[in-house]
T-cell receptor, first 116, second 115 residues
């Protein structure tokens, strides 16, 4: 069975703190993709990053960085020097390669609140 | 470039009424997805289409739900008759061809309230 677990339901930090959002996944596939999406208070879902199962390189984009570790089935997301505008619900998602191609399986999300 | 366009943004209707949600995918995208988001169940895939053909509708909750894609630029999700438990945010998303590694681009969602 495929599953994505985001154990942190809510996180609250003060502006400029670093924060890491955890994501653990389960899959039997050897080829798969992992995604992070952001849902700000306005409600839309915004694509942030995609990673395939063969690429374990970490990625940095400005204040955002992602740590993919196949050995622990984790794909964690770190925001450095958080800002109030980072307040949102963040979803981790898994997509399998075969079978029901394109089906995204989402975690329950982590609500991040950044206080000024 | 225009993103995925959903209408209406908000819908409030009484139990038993027919509800139709609409979606225009990004031009050139071959895959279209309908999701439902609730507090209890999170984001769930209802159905998806490839080149206008329904591929997997196993997430459609019951026969009251139906979805169509008459052409590459338009899809509808219909609920008839609606019930209060259908209240949720419904998202449409699209992605280009070439497989599941392509990110899905979401519309702004339709917030549906059934009274």
């Amino acid at each position: 069975a495929q599953k994505v677990t985001q154990a942190q339901t809510e996180i609250s930090v003060v502006e400029k703190e670093d924060v890491t959002l955890d994501c653990v996944y389960e899959t039997r596939d050897t080829t798969y993709y992992l995604f992070w999406y952001k849902q700000p208070p306005s409600g839309e879902l915004v694509f942030l990053i995609r990673r395939n199962s063969f690429d374990e390189q970490n990625e940095i984009s400005g204040r955002y960085s992602w740590n993919f570790q196949k050995s622990t089935s984790s794909f964690n997301f770190t925001i450095t020097a958080s800002q109030v505008v980072d307040s949102a619900v963040y979803f981790c998602a898994l997509s399998q390669y075969g079978g029901s191609q394109g089906n995204l399986i989402f975690g329950k999300g982590t609500k991040l609140s950044v206080k000024p | 470039d225009a993103g995925v366009i959903q209408s209406p943004r908000h819908e409030v209707t009484e139990m038993g009424q027919e509800v139709t949600l609409r979606c225009k995918p990004i031009s050139g995208h071959d895959y279209l997805f309908w999701y439902r988001q609730t507090m209890m169940r999170g984001l769930e895939l209802l159905i998806y289409f490839n080149n206008n053909v329904p591929i997997d509708d196993s997430g459609m909750p019951e026969d009251r739900f139906s979805a169509k894609m008459p052409n590459a630029s338009f899809s509808t999700l219909k609920i008839q008759p609606s019930e209060p438990r259908d209240s949720a945010v419904y998202f449409c998303a699209s992605s280009p061809a070439r497989g599941p590694g392509q990110p899905q681009h979401f519309g702004d969602g339709t917030r549906l309230s059934i009274l």
